[in-house]
Each structure stands twice: as C-alpha cells, then as structure tokens.
C-alpha cells in the first residue's frame, strides 16, 4: 500500500508570494490533516478535512487555507508568504475518526526569503 | 482549549542509560498515541493506549496510560543510538487529536 505523498518536497519562495502544497493521503482513508512544524515548536495543528469539509481548524491566520477534493487528495495554500513561515509542513491521513493512528507523509521544506 | 505538554523537552543520554518521557494533559482523554519522528523524517506511529492503568511493551519501550486518564509514559530500557529522534504524544479528546509539545532525545555512544 502505498504511503502518503506529499509535493513538492522543497520550496523556496519569496515574502508576498503565495504557495500552494499537495498531499496525496494512504488509498481508502477520507481524513487529512495538516501540520505546521518548525524547530523548537513542535508540531502545530493547522487543519484537518474529511470528506471535502473542513472538521477542524486551529489557530492560524486566515493566509492559511486549504482544500479536499473527492477523492481525498488535499491542498493547502499560504497567501502573502512571511519569513516566518519559513517551516515543514506535513500532512497526515487516516481513516476519518478522531482515535485512528494518523500516517503521515515526508513533508514539504517551505523556505521563505 | 485541550493541551497536552511534555516534559522533558529534551533529554541527552549515554547509550544504555534509561530514558522517560511524560505526557500530561489538560483533560480527560479517551485514549492516547504515541510517535516517534527520527532526525530529518517525519512522525511514525508507534503505540495507542485506551484503558485507564493499561500498560503496553514494545521490546525495550513501555507506555503508561495513567488511571486518571490524564498523563501518559514512555519509558526506554537501556537506550541505544538508534533510539534518538523526538517522542510524540497524541491526545483524543473532545474529538480532537491534540499532540504534545515533544521530547528530543540524544543519545551519545
């Protein structure tokens, strides 16, 4: 079975520009969720869709959107790009309920400049 | 809102020393997972935990769900080299996965 895919794997971006990042979860699972990690902050829970809504949202501004498409592939774009965040995102997928184990993909290394 | 802290947030051990990790969470959870994420990759499942008091082994790593359901442990016997990486736990509660803030463990031979 194959395992989460997460593209691109590398992106260097300038402040003001906007970014969009793709995750591709594990085949069957309906939930994906997005994380935000950066040295020293652990990981920071941006947002997490099931069946294309959005089921829950943590506390990031709103340059932070993101998408789920029917066939659970999902999206997340950052708009008007800060140093700041400068991070690796990763997605993680599952199942669709909130106890399942989460599998997560290798990230994208988001470099802003 | 739900949080669930980690102390240490970073351990350096000699290879063989023991290490534990704790996990405490701000509410009730209905159960808890733990993940490890080595140097440069990402988090890996590697435990959950339900019961209240359950205790699970995995070779020379145990896990501790507290009977309050409230904390968690992650004990290493004997550490080896290829233990290090950050140690994660992951909270359900009020239909979140909520995870902890992390231990970094170094391990020097």
Redesign the interface.
């Known amino acids: 079975k194959a395992g989460v895919t997460q593209t691109p794997r590398y992106l260097i971006k300038t402040r003001g520009q906007q970014v969009t990042l793709s995750c591709s979860p594990i085949s069957g699972h309906r939930s994906v969720?997005w994380?935000q990690q950066t040295p020293g902050q652990?990981?920071q829970?941006l947002f997490e869709y099931f069946s294309e809504t959005q089921r829950?949202k943590g506390n990031f501004p709103g340059r932070f959107s993101g998408r789920q498409f029917s066939n659970s592939r999902s999206e997340m774009n950052v708009s008007t790009l800060e140093l700041g965040d400068s991070a690796l995102y990763?997605c993680?997928s599952s199942f669709g309920r909130?106890?399942d184990?989460?599998?997560?993909?290798?990230?994208t290394r988001l470099t802003v400049l | 809102g739900q949080q669930v802290m980690q102390i240490p947030q970073y351990q350096h051990v000699q290879e063989g020393e023991d290490f534990t990790t704790y996990c405490n969470s701000s509410t009730t959870l209905s159960n808890i997972q733990w993940y490890k994420q080595r140097p440069g990759g990402h988090p890996v499942f590697l435990i959950q935990l339900v019961k209240s008091g359950e205790v699970k082994k995995q070779k020379r790593l145990t896990f501790q769900f507290g009977e309050a359901k409230k904390n968690s442990s992650l004990h290493i016997t004997a550490t080896q080299t290829t233990d290090v990486g950050t140690y994660f736990c992951a909270g359900t509660g009020f239909q979140k996965l909520v995870f902890g803030t992390g231990t970094r463990l170094l391990v020097s031979p």
Do not use: D, E, K
């Not at chain 1, 184990?101 to 990230?107: C, L, N």
């Open positions: 969720s994380y652990g990981l829970f829950n990763l993680a909130v106890t184990t989460q599998y997560f993909g290798p990230g």
